[in-house]
């Protein structure tokens, strides 16, 4: 691979060192050297790896430590062995949309392959507790942890939650880092001006929304998700999560999980999930999906938090 010398910086982010050749605005800088970062993100020439392994009609190439894909008019990118990101730009793509995918689905495939557990959505410190808010894109996951946000709680990832476990098995979220992706739609309800936010990509209505002041720079135990879920309802309905159904829940909300099976990682997850399903408190918030409900779904996460709180 032809690497190409740029400017180079290193920043902290998914409790890892990351050097990186492409400058990555959306985390925090640290001085250290090259050689001492765990993770290094590299540009390189991946054409000729990619027609060899590709094959018609498919976008990813997974095995064991190896993760290739190709995003049309963006880049390809590879990930190896949960220590190296290379990434091949293609000519005339634009640089929010190939580090959109660097910080995305290289980080969950990344994460995955040093055995730390990739959630898809987002998580906030309550009280001392960590909590994650999972679900399917567009389900209002973002706007949900802004809601929590405005009443004074702290940011610890949107879109990539990192999972691990302490000795005993305590499952632990790691910050990621201090931005939250929202719709101009979101933005309008909590009054937000978009005026000086970047948008996510070029000519879209998704904002970056640094999190400075309110981000959680410190593991923290995990010990409740709630799964939010758009649907034809009127009102909010609020049920909890079965013991065995929780297992569907963690392995669906796993970020990019179709690198599950492919890199023969199933035994790892299902260990994963088993140290989780019976430790922490599981919901599924189903909300009407032409209603603004953030602030109704904000009151009752509250509200069970502070009733497991007087139980304990």
Not at 215 to 238: C, Q, T
Request: hydrophobic share 45%; proline share 5%.
């Amino acid at each position: 691979m032809m690497i190409n010398t740029l400017k180079k910086f290193t920043y902290k982010a998914f409790g890892l060192s990351i050097f990186s050749e492409f400058f990555l605005p959306e985390l925090p800088q640290i001085d250290m050297e090259e050689h001492l970062a765990s993770v290094k993100v590299h540009k390189a020439d991946l054409a000729g790896l990619w027609s060899e392994l590709s094959e018609a009609g498919r976008y990813f190439v997974v095995e064991k430590d190896f993760t290739m894909f190709h995003v049309p008019d963006t880049a390809v990118y590879l990930v190896k062995n949960g220590r190296e990101i290379f990434v091949s730009p293609i000519e005339g793509s634009e640089e929010d949309q190939v580090r959109l995918y660097i910080l995305g689905t290289c980080m969950g495939a990344l994460l995955m392959q040093r055995m730390v557990l990739p959630l898809h959505g987002s998580a906030l410190v309550i009280d001392g507790k960590a909590y994650a808010i999972v679900g399917d894109s567009g389900a209002g996951k973002s706007t949900l942890a802004s809601a929590l946000l405005k009443r004074g709680y702290q940011l610890l990832s949107d879109d990539v939650i990192p999972v691990t476990f302490s000795e005993k098995n305590v499952p632990i979220v790691t910050p990621a880092y201090p931005q939250q992706k929202l719709w101009q739609e979101s933005l309008d309800q909590f009054g937000i001006d978009s005026e000086h936010l970047r948008p996510i990509i070029d000519r879209e209505t998704k904002f970056a929304v640094p999190v400075l002041e309110q981000f959680a720079d410190k593991p923290v135990p995990l010990v409740g998700i709630f799964e939010l879920i758009r649907s034809n309802v009127n009102e909010i309905e609020v049920n909890p999560i079965q013991k065995l159904e929780r297992f569907h829940t963690l392995f669906h909300h796993t970020y990019r999980n179709f690198i599950i099976s492919r890199s023969g990682i199933m035994d790892w997850h299902f260990s994963a999930s088993a140290n989780m399903v019976n430790k922490i408190d599981f919901h599924r918030l189903i909300r009407p999906i032409n209603q603004f409900t953030a602030d109704k779904l904000a009151d009752f996460i509250l509200t069970r938090v502070n009733r497991k709180e007087e139980i304990v």
